[in-house]
């Protein structure tokens, strides 16, 4: 199994519950990379759209590379209006770019998926020269940890998937699971010959009952692998303990972006 077309097995899902970034993100890239109706801009791994129209919205000419089918489609429904959108179906790693440069390469919680030594050469060859490169995720945390401890508590008694999303990376790509413990972003930007690099931190909070947070987390890759019989005992479980608790789910959104040039 490649997990990283597993997302795109539940394209309208992903859409509705993955979580969204905030505009202060998108107002600081578009800031940084001078981002207008003459530059261009590249998304890689562009999923349903959650980093897009911001950037559209600036008239650059926008070009997304995007390995799911469904997700490509998907787009295409949703942005085709533009008439400065463009999507590729694709691999970034396999993609021939040809001639083509940017002003801004950016990437939402997708460019982990890349081979370092493939993807980090091949992202400052396609920058112009003094363009930005982006990438952002957003790693979050229950508000409550008594309930956090016992939601663990079901993980590890209930949780069974077909396919271990952490295990996966280890056996696909060794650098991919030991990559943030050998060396941190900005040193890995700067080894590929970046400069000015930079992080920002942003902060959000969502809300959830049960149902719907479960509904979130089958949005993410291990869940989605998760079979029966696992699958229905796990979901009763984690929700039984989540209703115990009030039917009330905080998660604190920990937003991360990193800003480099190339010089």
């Known amino acids: 199994m490649d997990f990283r077309k597993i997302f795109d097995t539940i394209p309208e899902e992903f859409d509705k519950w993955r979580p969204r970034y905030c505009d202060e993100l998108f107002n600081d890239i578009i800031e940084h990379a001078k981002l207008d109706s003459s530059k261009a ?55 021939d770019f040809g001639r083509d440069r940017f002003d801004l390469v950016y990437s939402g919680a997708t460019f982990q998926w890349i081979k370092e030594e493939i993807g980090y050469p091949k992202l400052h060859d396609i ?18 940890k008594a309930l956090e401890e016992e939601i663990q508590k079901v993980y590890i008694e209930y949780f069974h998937p077909e396919t271990d999303y952490g295990e996966y990376m280890k056996k696909k790509n060794e650098h991919l699971q030991s990559y943030q413990e050998k060396m941190k972003t900005d040193e890995i930007l700067e080894k590929y010959g970046f400069i000015d690099i930079e992080c920002r931190r942003y902060n959000k909070s969502r809300e959830f009952n049960a149902d ?16 029966e019989p696992y699958k229905s005992k796990f979901i009763e479980v984690l929700k039984e303990t989540i209703l115990n608790r009030g039917n009330k789910i905080t998660l604190h959104d920990n937003i991360v972006l990193y800003l480099a040039r190339k010089p």
Do not use: R, W
């Not at 920058?127 to 409550?144: H, I, M, R, V």
């Not at 719907?212 to 079979?227: E, G, N, P, R, V």
């Open 212 to 227: 719907d947070y479960i509904s979130y987390m089958f949005t993410s890759a291990s869940h989605i692998t998760l079979q």
């Open 127 to 144: 920058l112009k020269s003094g363009g930005t490169y982006a990438y952002f995720a957003t790693p979050s945390e229950n508000a409550d």
């Open 41 to 95: 801009a590249l998304e890689i791994g562009s999923g349903t759209g959650q980093a897009t129209e911001p950037m559209l919205k600036t008239g650059c000419a926008y070009l997304a590379i995007e390995l799911g089918e469904n997700f490509a489609e998907f787009m295409k429904n949703k942005y085709g209006s533009y008439n400065n959108f463009e999507l590729v179906n694709a691999d970034f790693e396999l993609y």
